[in-house]
């Protein structure tokens, strides 16, 4: 983003009459503002400078990895108005970048509001198929390769500086031994003149993709391997878990492969989705731990949900702290 608003006027005229009579109630409390911070370290991602601290956008879109009830929760608290004042919240911090998929017309509606009062972050896009199209009974290689590029169709419009490949899509072409459909996603996103980004949470993906040496300029990493299948939770456990399956032995395996791998690498699941935030120390153990365990040229991508403290001031300083 250039710091112009690349959203149409049509959305922007649906968004403020769909928010004119409650626009009184949708202000975030005075004591979650944001504080001054100082400047964060940055890194090189292609031509751009991004924060080593990147603002995530799961608990916006509501999106928990705990529960349906979490998950709303999320969304009535994040409404189109606070969201945006999150964002120029995490902005006026110190933050320069977030990275978010594509959540249709509610995404829209936000960035409008937020390109309002005066935004202007970099945006990094994750790209996923069944954002912009049917998704499919059974997932096929085809059609994540075919949805994934005209995901990057639809959303070049709004100006990311990269698109990324979402790492379940990732690791399925991996499982389906298809890693090569990624080339054209690749091609697709320089073509379109923006970065190209490859997600996963599997670190043996990982492997794999540096060994075959694409031309994509980054990847984004999840500490936590949450797309096994059940032949691998048995070997790995020796039964399914009960819910996504959040296990200590995760981020230390992933740690490992970002570090062998040459190119910056976006680390996120820091926190393991709000499992390592059962206190302020945890939370610093956590994050501290990450920077300790990457490599100097990487970042990492941390969702916030100041709904009953100053998270995005609070976050930024244990960074702060961990890179000190």
């Given amino acids: 983003m250039d710091g112009k608003n690349p959203f149409s006027e049509s959305s922007r005229r649906d968004f403020l009459k769909s928010t004119t009579t409650v626009a009184a109630g949708l202000a975030v409390p005075k004591a979650q503002g944001a504080a001054s911070t100082g400047a964060l370290p940055t890194v090189n991602l292609g031509p751009h400078r991004v924060t080593r601290l990147i603002v995530g956008s799961n608990p916006i879109r509501g999106y928990s990895h705990f529960n349906p009830i979490t998950n709303r929760q999320m969304v009535e608290w994040y409404t189109d108005e606070r969201a945006a004042q999150v964002l120029l919240d995490c902005q006026k911090a110190g933050i320069n970048t977030f990275q978010s998929s ?168 820091v926190l393991a989705a709000g499992r390592k935030c059962q206190s302020e120390e945890q939370k610093q153990e956590a994050i501290a731990w990450a920077y300790k365990n990457i490599k100097p040229t990487d970042a990492t991508i941390i969702g916030l949900y100041p709904r009953y403290s100053d998270q995005v001031t609070e976050t930024i300083k244990m960074v702060q702290q961990a890179l000190a």
């Fill in 102 to 269: 594509y959540f249709q017309g509610r995404w829209v509606r936000i960035m409008d509001r937020f390109h309002e009062k005066g935004g202007h972050l970099q945006w990094i896009c994750l790209t996923s198929a069944a954002d912009v199209i049917p998704q499919v009974e059974r997932q096929t290689a085809e059609w994540v390769r075919d949805g994934q590029i005209t995901s990057i169709n639809t959303l070049v419009k709004y100006k990311p500086i990269a698109m990324v490949h979402h790492g379940s899509h990732t690791d399925f072409l991996w499982g389906a031994g298809k890693l090569d459909y990624l080339k054209a996603y690749i091609d697709k996103a320089h073509d379109v003149g923006c970065l190209a980004g490859i997600s996963t949470v599997n670190p043996k993906t990982l492997t794999t993709l540096e060994e075959k040496g694409f031309a994509n300029d980054f990847y984004m990493a999840g500490l936590h391997y949450l797309d096994r299948s059940p032949e691998e939770w048995r070997k790995e456990i020796g039964t399914l878990p009960v819910d996504e399956g959040w296990i200590a032995s995760d981020p230390p395996r992933m740690a490992e492969a970002v570090r062998l791998v040459k190119k910056p690498v976006l680390v996120y699941k």
